[in-house]
């Protein structure tokens, strides 16, 4: 049932909403679509539309009739903003998407993709994770606000496709990461706090940089270019009811990549570790074969990815201050 209602995106002149387009994912996925000729994009700041306020949303889709939607936004943050502010996560996420996916659908959007993330799978999920692990056991603590959203997100796609026969469908990334990223030192993700505590460390001579946790945990890493190339691709060829993992299969421990940021960013000095700080998740490395057997692969390695996203961040973020 759910693949006869496919609409690719094809039509590079059909306006293309991206929510979202200043963070990290968004910014990606305007620079992939403007590199592939999509001519009519429709931007808006959360400053000029607040996704949060139904009228609003409802009002901006009535004026503009988006024809493709990509909700790229959304309260995001790393292990420590998700275990500090469990009520923005969950209630700001379940706004913007309840918000957008019905007034997308009201107002004659062909198609919508909404992302979601890896941390809607159970906290012992097998590994590599299948799409089909999906509300099979309990999620991991200090983010189960965020997933519970996100999850909710996956299943209000799933019921206008249902009801509707309409083409709303969803893409989990894995950890992802490059420029435009949120560098703060506590609330961002562990590969730019890391990014920027190193850089921090080098500038200043000091002796030694602190890492959250003991270590262990594993983390897969995927470059946001890739992320936003699987996300035009999804929107060009993919139309199911299922949501799609999409991951890199580049699996490390979080001291293998504390090693490796030290390295392309270049400090000499010790690592330290904060076993009073949460450790997560033990591992999260997804399964992405279904969106490899439809044709696509990502192209970044993560040490390539690191040094190009180490020179965004001395050129946009240092230079900047
Ligand atoms: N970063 C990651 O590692 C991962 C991200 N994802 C998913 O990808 C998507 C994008 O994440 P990412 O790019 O990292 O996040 P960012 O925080 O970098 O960007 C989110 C964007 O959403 C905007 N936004 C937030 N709240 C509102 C609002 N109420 N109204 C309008 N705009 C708003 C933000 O604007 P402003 O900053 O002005 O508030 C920002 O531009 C999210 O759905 C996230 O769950 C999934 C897996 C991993
Ligand atoms: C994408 C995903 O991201 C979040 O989940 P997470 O993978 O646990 O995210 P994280 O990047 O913050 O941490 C990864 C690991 O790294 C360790 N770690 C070390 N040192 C720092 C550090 O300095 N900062 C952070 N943030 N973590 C650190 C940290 O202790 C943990 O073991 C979700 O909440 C949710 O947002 C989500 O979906």
Redesign the pocket.
């Known amino acids: 049932m759910s693949e006869t209602i496919g609409s690719e995106m094809c039509d590079k002149s059909g306006k293309v909403f991206v929510?979202?387009?200043?963070?990290?994912?968004?910014s990606a996925i305007v620079r992939k679509l403007e590199q592939l000729g999509y001519t009519n994009l429709i931007l808006?700041?959360?400053?000029e539309?607040?996704?949060?306020r139904q009228s609003d949303v409802e009002s901006f889709f009535s004026l503009e009739k988006p024809v493709y939607v990509i909700?790229?936004?959304?309260?995001?943050g790393g292990i420590h903003a998700n275990n500090t502010y469990p009520a923005d996560f969950i209630a700001?996420n379940l706004q913007?998407q309840t918000n957008v996916i019905h007034s997308a659908y009201a107002h004659g959007v062909k198609k919508l993709l909404f992302?979601?993330?890896?941390c809607i799978y159970p906290k012992f999920a097998p590994q590599p994770i299948p799409e089909s692990a999906l509300l099979t056991g309990p999620l991991e603590p200090t983010n189960e606000w965020y997933a519970i959203a996100?999850i909710a997100g996956i299943k209000t796609c799933q019921a206008y496709r249902i009801q509707y026969k309409w083409d709303a469908i969803s893409g989990m990334?894995?950890?992802?990461?490059g420029p435009?990223?949120?560098f703060h030192p506590e609330n961002s993700?562990v590969l730019p706090a890391l990014m920027r505590r190193f850089h921090e460390a080098k500038v200043s001579g000091a002796e030694e940089v602190v890492v959250w946790g003991t270590g262990s945990p594993l983390r897969e890493f995927l470059h946001v270019d890739d992320l936003a190339d699987a996300c035009v691709f999804m929107l060009e060829r993919y139309s199911g009811l299922e949501h799609v993992n999409i991951g890199s299969g580049q699996e490390v421990t979080i001291k293998e990549l504390a090693e490796l940021v030290k390295e392309v960013v270049g400090f000499e000095g010790k690592l330290g570790w904060d076993s009073s700080k949460p450790d997560g998740t033990p591992r999260k490395l997804m399964d992405s074969s279904k969106l490899a057997s439809l044709g696509w692969t990502p192209k970044v390695s993560l040490r390539d990815g690191l040094r190009q996203t180490y020179e965004w961040y001395l050129e946009n973020v240092c230079a900047a201050k």
């Open positions: 929510a979202g387009h200043r963070g990290l994912v968004g808006r700041t959360h400053a539309l607040d996704l949060t909700l790229a936004a959304a309260k995001v700001v913007i992302l979601g993330s890896s996100k990334p894995t950890n992802l990461y435009n990223d949120n993700h």
